[in-house]
C-alpha cells in the first residue's frame, strides 16, 4: 500500500511540474516593434502652403476682346522647390492657370482687368494643385479721364478710353502647393545641369 502512495505522489509532482513548465511566462515583446508606431520617411512630405515661384509661358491680355473667363493658360516653375535638400519640383516644370474675371476696356476711361489663378504643376510625372491669384489692370486714360468731361463737356469723356489689361510673358506669379505631397528622396527629380563640352 505505501508503494502504491509513494507512485502516485511521484506522478502527482511530475504533473505539476510539467504544468508550471507549460505556463512559464514568456518574453516580453522586442523592442523594435515600437518605431513602426511611426511611418518610416514622414518627414519627407511636400507641405500644403509651401510657395512655388512661377512665371507666365504665355501673354493674356484684353485686347482684342478674345480673353474669356475659364480660358487656361501656360506657365512654368521659376525656381526650384526644394526639402531637406531634395529638389520636389524641378525649375522649368510645366503648370497651369486659368482665367477667373475678365473686364475688356471701355468708354469713360475704363481700363480693362484680368483676373486668373494658378491650377496645378506637374513634377516627376505627377500633377500637383496649386492655389493663389494673380490680376493686372491697364491704366486709365490720359490723367482722369472724369476731370476732362467736367471741363469740356459731359459726350467727350465718352470717346476716351482706358487701356487693355495685359500679363505679359514672363511676368512672376507666386503660387501655393494645395496638398500634402509625401515623396521618396530617389524618386525626386534631380536639378538640370548643363557638362560643358571640351573645346577643340
Not at 492655389?131 to 490723367?143: E, I, N, Q
Request: proline share 7%; hydrophobic share 45%.
Amino acid at each position: 500500500m505505501k508503494a502504491i502512495l509513494f507512485a502516485l505522489s511521484c506522478a502527482s509532482i511530475s504533473l505539476v511540474s510539467a504544468a508550471s513548465a507549460q505556463t512559464a511566462p514568456t518574453a516580453g515583446p522586442a523592442t523594435t516593434a515600437s518605431a513602426t508606431l511611426r511611418p518610416a520617411g514622414s518627414e519627407n512630405v511636400l507641405r500644403s502652403g509651401t510657395r512655388v515661384s512661377l512665371k507666365m509661358s504665355e501673354m493674356l491680355t484684353t485686347k482684342g476682346k478674345k480673353l474669356k473667363v475659364g480660358q487656361r493658360f501656360n506657365m512654368e516653375v521659376a525656381e526650384a522647390v526644394e526639402v531637406n535638400g531634395v529638389v520636389v519640383i524641378p525649375v522649368g516644370s510645366p503648370a497651369i492657370g486659368e482665367v477667373t474675371d475678365v473686364r475688356n476696356k471701355g468708354m469713360w476711361g475704363k481700363s480693362g482687368y484680368i483676373q486668373a489663378r494658378p491650377l496645378s504643376v506637374r513634377a516627376n510625372g505627377r500633377l500637383i494643385r496649386l492655389t493663389g491669384s494673380v490680376d493686372d489692370k491697364g491704366v486709365a486714360a490720359g490723367g482722369g479721364a472724369a476731370a476732362v468731361s467736367a471741363v469740356v463737356f459731359l459726350p467727350a469723356g465718352f470717346f476716351m478710353t482706358g487701356t487693355s489689361a495685359v500679363i505679359p510673358v514672363g511676368a512672376p506669379v507666386s503660387g501655393f502647393i494645395d496638398e500634402d505631397v509625401p515623396f521618396v528622396p530617389g524618386e525626386a527629380p534631380a536639378p538640370m545641369s548643363v557638362t560643358p563640352t571640351a573645346s577643340k
